[in-house]
Structures are given as structure tokens and as C-alpha cells.
């Protein structure tokens, strides 16, 4: 795969949108609500037909892809590739794990926790796809696919586009969109019609997505405060909500990832976790203990089983009214969760990343059905037969406050649930209008606020015509039903990611990362290497060898190079010195020299003084390659063994380029 040119990222100097991205975005999204409103009945009867069709005809391909994702995911965990950081080899993680966590979890599916915990066991409960309803088999078995439908899968298509885009963003400097994953397929023409029409796609995803689900969830919001308060179940209270988590989460937006997204993150995670353990202590403590992990175990006993199982010897309607509509849904969501997941995760390897997106959320989903679903079923199978079934089939927002009624404090957990609905919602509508927001810029890290804006009101003005004209059902359908084509550009994805992967891999095999400098003919002596070794020169020292040794030196190899016909840059910044030899086609080779800062080594109990001294500060000059920082310093060498460094570097990358011309 061959290394991007500089002029295809966006300047970091330079804010500015991509024009055909976010004005085909535009409109096609006002073209879509307004057909959605002026032929609501003819939408969703058209939408309804479409979707029929696919999963009628295309049921098989949904499971089988879907199938396909879950063991590619967990086969780069395990293989050598796992190793493999998302961004340079020297990166390190943005953000610790409890944030990451909480942005993973809030972004992903915690609002719909709340809307199914207690409705879909029940559902199934009361309508399995075989066998009798209302039985104890039926509980088992209701748990069984509810485990299924929110588990290991539905992250598995999450992390298929997250790690492609992280990949492909963050290590090989590629736009942090959509089009980007293709690279490798097709070149430099991802920033031509086809990516745009890629992007355009995914923010259509994301646009309908978000503004679908923000309508519904009103309905469940709604609901809480009629429990808690008595207030109307009304379209204009409906409509009031909407616009105070538009406003709420155009503020967030507007503070940025940081400052926002990350703390609404951890305050959902704490009131989730919290809510969860009042449901454990207050309900049958021992019986969802257990339960939990019998279920477990149930689901990984079932788990290929039901991967694969289109009940095609005993025909029903059941798996496409619920599996393979949520596979279309977890895949129409996927450019969203994807990207976000994405831009948290850099710096983390390849096999952190997968195994913390496939089972943290899912270890946490698994426990908050057991405790919210089991709850349920333990009530159904009880004493209080009827009173949760009647409720879902009667509305299913109520659901859960229904549950409520029947434990201790139920004004106060059905409060905190409520605020917990609110509080996913505007962290999915702000994380949504980021991720908008960063494709409609063409990628750029930090997009114009007054877009962050724009997307984000729009995401409510959406979602409120479609509440007050009707048409919400309809676009939530059209969502699922475009999911088709998107799996094949998932397919395509894996590919590309599987293609990128293995050039690395050769790569590194070929160079030999991480190494250490050996000299065939200017060997640095031992001396001059012991020298080094003790020395801690400060940055001002670094500086002037960068400019008096590494500059000639550089320049010196430059100028041989250029004679041979072959383009090649300098870069000369304030704390590194750069080569780069342009390849139309294939990887550039780079050689940077940079002045990194470190703390000179104490071993004195240093966790005892967490206050960082500025003058026990010394600075390195470490070798950059393409893959980032090699971590081993030149200081101290002369102009002819930084030059013999740079042809062992040089002679390894064009071995690389012959070996991967071979294959």
C-alpha cells in the first residue's frame, strides 16, 4: 500500500469544508424529510416493501456477513498484527481507560439499554420464534436471543469500521473518513466521486440514524415524565424535548470532545452503573446472580448456532422483524460508532482495541440485561404475571417504570432512569454531530464550530418535523433497508484492511522494527557510545546538532538521490529534520531526526514526587521512520555515520518495495 502524498490531508493551518460532501449531505437530507412528510403512508409502505424484500432474499447474506465480521475482529486480535498500534509506533493512548470505556459504551448503544432491557426479554417472553410462550424455557430462551441480538456481533460490526478508520487514519495519515478504509483498493481516487459518495452515504447513516432514534426516544422520555410527574403524553412536550437536547448537545458539541463528549461520557457510565446496582440489590439479588452466568455461558454455548441460523426448516417472520433487522440497524449505525470509536482510540494496538470494543461494552450490556430483563421474567414467573407483558404490549416505554413500580424507591429509580435517557441522548446527538462534522470537513481533526453547529441543530429540526408531520417510521425503515449496500462496503473494508496489514507486515519483517543502528563501514565506537550514553544534553544542544550535523547530512543524501531522477523533500522545523523520498505508487521513504524530551532517569523513589522539574529535562535526537520514532539516538554521531544510518534505512525500504513488488 503505498503512503499517501501530503497535498491529499488537509492543511492543519487551514479549517474549511468539503464542498460536495456537505452540500450533497445537505440535499439529500431535505430532499429525503420532505418526501418522508409529503408521502408518509407512501414512504413507509414503499421502504416497508424494500426491506421485506431484502430480508426475504438477502437473509442469508446478512447473517453470513455478519458472521464474517465477528471472526475477522477476533482473528486480528490474535494474530501478529495485534501488535500494531493505530497511529506511529511512539503514540501513546489519548485518553485512560475509564474514559475510553464510557465513550465507547454511551456511544454505541446505552440509550437503547434502556428502551430494551426490559421490553425485548419479555417480547420474546411472550412470542418466541419456536416453542411455547410463558414457559421457563421460554425465559431461558428469551435471554438466550436477547444476549445474542446486543452482544458480540453488533460490536463486531462496530469495530470492523472503527479499526479500518483508525488504521488507516492515524498510522497512515489518510482523511479520518469513511473513504479513507478504501485506500488500498483504489488510491488516490477515494478523494474523487467515489469517496464523496462514500462520505455522503455515511452521513446520511448518521444523520437518519441519530434523528430517528432521537424521535423515538422522546416517546420514552415522555413516558417517565408522565410516571414521575403527571405531564401529557403530547407531540408538543415531545417536540420541547427534542429542542432542549438539541441545545444541550449543541453545547457539548461545542466544547469538544474533551471538554464535553468525554465528561457526559463518564457521568452516564457512573448513573448506568449506579442504576444497575440498585436493580441488583433491590430485585432477586441471588436469582440474577445466577442467572447471569448461566446466561454466559447459555450464549457462547449457542453462540454459532445462532449465528447461522435462518430457521429455514421451520419457516416464520420472527428473525426478520428481529435479528436481521437489527444487523441492518447495527450496520446502518456503523459509519457513526465506527468513526467515533475511531477517533478516541488512537494509540491504542490493533488487539487492545478489538478486545476492548468486543467485550467490555458487551460484558457490561450482558449484566444490564440479566439484571433489567431478569428482573422481568422473575416478576412474569412469579406473582406478578401479566403486569410487565401488559405494559410492553400495551406501550413500550413504560416498560421499564412499569418494573419500577413494583420494587422499593420507584419514583427515585425512574427518575434517575429518566435523566439517564436524556443524558445518552445528547451524548450520542453531540458524538454524532462530531463525527458529521469531521466528514463533511474532509477529515480535518478540529472542523469549524459554526458546522459542529449546523449538524447538530440539524439532527433536531430533523427529528422534530418528522415527530409532528409523521414520516419517523418510515426514514428509521429506509435506514435499515440501505444497510444492504453497506455490508458489501464493509466487505470491501475488511479487504482493504487485510491488504494494508500485510504490507506492514512484510514491512516490518523487511526493516526489522524496532531495531537498533549497525554500521557496515563508520562503526561508532565504544567509547562515542558510552559518551552518548551519559550524556543529557538540553534542547538548546539538540537544536544546533539537528541544524550543523543532521541538515548537511540530510541534504548531502538528498542531493545524491535527486540525481538519480527521484523526487525528494527536506523538511527543516523547529524540532526535527526530515527526509522524504517521493514514489509515485509505492511507500515514500522518510527519515526524520526529531528532538524528543525525557526526563533523565531517577531511581529514588520517583512516584513520590509526582511534580515534573523542568531542569531534569534532556533531550534526544531519535530517528523517525514512516511508522514513527525507531528509539534510538544520533547525538554525538559525525556527518558521515548519520549518512551511513540513512543508507542502511534506505537500502531496507527498497528491499521492502522489491519484496512487495513481488507479491
Known amino acids: 500500500m503505498s503512503e499517501p502524498t501530503q497535498q491529499n490531508t488537509q492543511p492543519a493551518s487551514k479549517v474549511e469544508i468539503n464542498p460536495p460532501v456537505f452540500f450533497g449531505s445537505a440535499i439529500l437530507i431535505l430532499a429525503l424529510v420532505i418526501f418522508a412528510v409529503s408521502f408518509s403512508d407512501f414512504a413507509a409502505e414503499l421502504f416497508t416493501h424494500v426491506q421485506g424484500w431484502i430480508v426475504e432474499s438477502f437473509g442469508w447474506f446478512y447473517l453470513l456477513a455478519v458472521g464474517v465480521f465477528l471472526i475477522f475482529s477476533l482473528g486480528l486480535a490474535i494474530s501478529s498484527y495485534g501488535a500494531i498500534k493505530l497511529g506511529p509506533d511512539h503514540s501513546e493512548p489519548d485518553y485512560g481507560y475509564t474514559s475510553w470505556f464510557a465513550m465507547l459504551f454511551s456511544a454505541g448503544m446505552g440509550i437503547g439499554l434502556l ?11 411472550a412470542s418466541p420464534p419456536v416453542g411455547e410462550a410463558g414457559t421457563v424455557e421460554a425465559a431461558r430462551h428469551a435471554m438466550s436471543i436477547t444476549f445474542f441480538h446486543w452482544g458480540l456481533h453488533a460490536w463486531a460490526i462496530y469495530a470492523v469500521v472503527g479499526l479500518s478508520l483508525a488504521y488507516f487514519g492515524f498510522r497512515h495519515n489518510l482523511p479520518l473518513t ?10 488516490e481516487r ?15 447513516g448518521t444523520m437518519f440514524g441519530i434523528a430517528t432514534s432521537l424521535g423515538l426516544g422522546v416517546l420514552q422520555i415522555n413516558a417517565g415524565l408522565n410516571y414521575l410527574f403527571d405531564l401529557p403524553v403530547s407531540v408538543p412536550l415531545q417536540i420541547g424535548l427534542i429542542a432542549l437536547i438539541t441545545l444541550l448537545a449543541t453545547v457539548s458539541v461545542v466544547a469538544g470532545l474533551d471538554a464535553g463528549i468525554k465528561r457526559l461520557s463518564v457521568l452516564n457510565l457512573g448513573l448506568a452503573v449506579l442504576l444497575l446496582l440498585f436493580v441488583l440489590l433491590a430485585g432477586p439479588t441471588l436469582f440474577l446472580l445466577q442467572s447471569l452466568v448461566q446466561n454466559t455461558g447459555q450464549y457462547l454455548s449457542e453462540v454459532v448456532d445462532m449465528t447461522f441460523n435462518l430457521y429455514a426448516y421451520e419457516p416464520n417472520s420472527w428473525i426478520g422483524g428481529w435479528t436481521l433487522f437489527y444487523w441492518g440497524w447495527w450496520i446502518a449505525w456503523s459509519p457513526f460508532v465506527g468513526m467515533f470509536i475511531a477517533r478516541v482510540s488512537r494509540g491504542r494496538t490493533i488487539r487492545e482495541f478489538v478486545l476492548g470494543v468486543l467485550f467490555v461494552p458487551v460484558g457490561f450490556t450482558f449484566m444490564w440485561m440479566t439484571f433489567f430483563g431478569g428482573t422481568a421474567l422473575h416478576m412474569e414467573l412469579g406473582e406478578l404475571s401479566g403486569v410487565i407483558t401488559g405494559a410492553v404490549a400495551e406501550n413500550v416505554p413504560i416498560a421499564i417504570f412499569t418494573m419500577f413500580e413494583q420494587m422499593p424507591l420507584s419514583m427515585i429509580s425512574s427518575g ?18 462530531l463525527v458529521i462534522d469531521t466528514i463533511t470537513s474532509g477529515g480535518h481533526p478540529k472542523p469549524p464550530v459554526w458546522q459542529r453547529i449546523f449538524w447538530a441543530v440539524t439532527e433536531g429540526l430533523v427529528a422534530s ?21 453497506f455490508v458489501m462496503v464493509m466487505l470491501v473494508i475488511c479487504y482493504g484492511l487485510y491488504k494494508g496489514l500485510r504490507m506492514e507486515g512484510i514491512k516490518r519483517q ?17 567509547k562515542q557510545r558510552l559518551k552518548n550514553l551519559s550524556s543529557h544534553p538540553n534542547k538548546t544542544e539538540i537544536s544546533r546538532f539537528l541544524q550543523q550535523i543532521i541538515k548537511p547530512s540530510l541534504s548531502e543524501v538528498a542531493e545524491e538521490i535527486r540525481h538519480g531522477g527521484v523526487n525528494v523533500e527536506i523538511n527543516d522545523k523547529e524540532d526535527y529534520i526530515e527526509l522524504k523520498v517521493i514514489y509515485d505508487g509505492e511507500d515514500d521513504f522518510i527519515y526524520g531526526v526529531h528532538a524528543v524530551g525525557h526526563l533523565i532517569p531517577s531511581f529514588a523513589f520517583p512516584e513520590f514526587d509526582p511534580i515534573t522539574d523542568e531542569s531534569k529535562r534532556y533531550f534526544r535526537a531519535e530517528v523517525y521512520l514512516a511508522e514513527g520514532s525507531q528509539h534510538y539516538d544520533l547525538y554525538g554521531y559525525n556527518q558521515e555515520q548519520v549518512i551511513d544510518d540513512v543508507l542502511i534505512q534506505y537500502e531496507k525500504h527498497m528491499h521492502f518495495l522489491h519484496i512487495v513488488s513481488e507479491n
Open 115 to 125: 428502551f430494551y432491557g426490559v421490553a425485548e426479554p419479555i417480547m420474546h417472553f
Open 178 to 187: 469513511i473513504r479513507s478504509a478504501l485506500y488500498p483498493l483504489i488510491g
Open 190 to 204: 477515494i478523494y474523487g466521486p467515489i469517496g464523496h459518495m462514500v462520505d455522503i452515504f455515511a452521513v446520511l
Open 416 to 433: 434517575v432512569a429518566t435523566l439517564l435517557v436524556v443524558t445518552f441522548f445528547v451524548t450520542s446527538s453531540d458524538s454524532g454531530s
Open 465 to 485: 418535523v418528522l415527530l409532528l408531520a409523521g414520516g419517523l417510521a418510515a426514514l428509521q425503515t429506509a435506514a435499515i433497508a440501505g444497510a444492504l449496500p
Open 510 to 526: 523487511v526493516l526489522g522494527v524496532p531495531q537498533t543502528p549497525v554500521s557496515t563501514g563508520r562503526r561508532v565506537s565504544w
